[in-house]
């Protein structure tokens, strides 16, 4: 009796909320396979014996699951596993969206720009709805938003805040979320731009750093980031022009005292260190865009991530790209993303993302459904020596971004099947990459 099984790995790239066919080019590749102690053998090149075949079978709909139809071994994912409910929530420009859980609860604050204001909403699909709003139409009144491009969220003395950078009126203001109160700001009281104390020019974004009553701070137009005490409306430290050009984007790392920051205009993600104000460590090249594994091209965002690598929205280059501390991309989302804004990764390892929806040519939030997604096949009892003739997929696929990856191991019992090796064409405990183009 063999028992055999069948392991499929795809990394998927993004699809439209309909299954939109783009047949790739057919790659045949001949085969033979024997299946020994078990061995999986690449013994000949026989054409007329064996074919194995990449044709046309992928489909990729948006669904929530996975499924296999397991004699034809049919398979669907989705790539997109949720978009905007604009149907009941309508958005002009989001700029950035963040996402906290409450319970089971997972609410999504998002930063509209052109709307003016910054909400939090649910977006379970049974109960997608509003559940908190800040904003005026007033334009007198201190809630009045011109260009929020930024929001973060907070818990002081056990309150819920919100901290907004308003870049159309070059200000940071804390919010108390449940009385709506502007409880402190930063930046000139009449909306002006400048240098000085109190001052800022069009900030991209800010940050609360926890335990303490100081702010980090983008301030874009002047090319640099700040850090201010919330008590004295004072910086009590920067970083500036000398080192970094359009800076959009900031995080706190606690654990070492240092600011992440996105220094946008000279195509890099930095960490400085706060002690003694020295970059410690880069990626990109100062000054210097580019496309390849060691450049960037106008990054908008980066995140820390629990494994110490960070997450980086590679704007210019339509990529989302995971870098660890050895400079090296260990993980890339395999679909360009036109005018990626925002990226952030969930617990469950999916993303949130901003980016441009070129359907309704405007910029949508958008939760990608996987980093790469894995398949196992039903074991096959089949009780007799097998050989395969043919294997097929068929995949509707995008340009040079779909890849599939396939091993099996086979036994005579289920016992020593849960122990037999995955093996690839050459015997080894790896797995055959076999490339989709189109």
Known sequence: ???????????????????????????????????????????????????????????????????????????????????????????????????????????????????????????????????????????????????????????????????????????????????????????????????????????????????????????????????????????VWEIDSNELNSPVDVEYIHSKNQILVTDRGNHRVIIVDRDSNNVVWQFGEKGVAGNDSLHLSTPIDADTLANGNILIADRGNNRIIEVNQDKEIVWQFERSLSGLRDVDRLDDNRHLAVYLDEDLNAFSPTRLGFQDSSVVSKVYDLNKEVVFNRIFWDADTLAGITSLKMQIHSANSLGELEIAPWMDRTGQRHITIIQVKN
């Not at 998002?110 to 709805?129: G, I, K, S, W, Y």
């Not at 938003?145 to 930024?150: G, K, S």
């Not at 940071?172 to 020019?201: A, C, F, H, M």
């Open 1 to 235: 009796m063999k028992l055999i099984k069948l392991y499929l790995i795809l990394f998927l790239c993004l699809f439209h909320e309909f299954v939109i066919p783009i047949y790739g080019q057919t790659v045949t590749e001949t085969k033979s396979w024997s299946d020994g102690d078990p061995v999986f053998n690449y013994a000949n090149y026989e054409k007329d014996k064996f074919n194995f075949i990449i044709n046309d079978s992928l489909y990729f709909a948006p669904t929530d699951s996975i499924t296999s139809n397991d004699d034809s071994l049919h398979i669907i994912l989705d790539g997109i596993n949720w978009t905007w409910p604009r149907q009941s929530i309508d958005i002009s420009s989001v700029e950035d969206i963040d996402s906290r859980t409450i319970g089971t609860q997972d609410l999504y604050l998002v930063t509209d720009a052109l709307a003016r204001r910054v909400f939090e909403m649910n977006p379970n699909p049974d109960d997608e709805n509003i559940v908190w709003n800040f904003g005026s139409q007033n334009v007198w009144d201190v809630k009045y938003l011109e260009r929020p491009v930024d929001a973060d969220i907070f818990t002081e003395n056990g309150l819920v805040k919100v901290l907004i950078t308003d870049q159309g009126r070059h200000r940071v203001i804390k919010v108390d979320r449940q009385t709506q109160n502007v409880e402190w700001q930063y930046g000139d009281p009449n909306g002006l731009e400048g240098i000085g104390d109190n001052q800022l020019s069009n900030p991209a974004d800010a940050v609360k750093i926890k335990g303490t009553n100081e702010f980090v701070i983008a301030d874009r137009g002047n090319n640099r980031v700040i850090i201010v005490a919330e008590d004295t409306n004072q910086p």
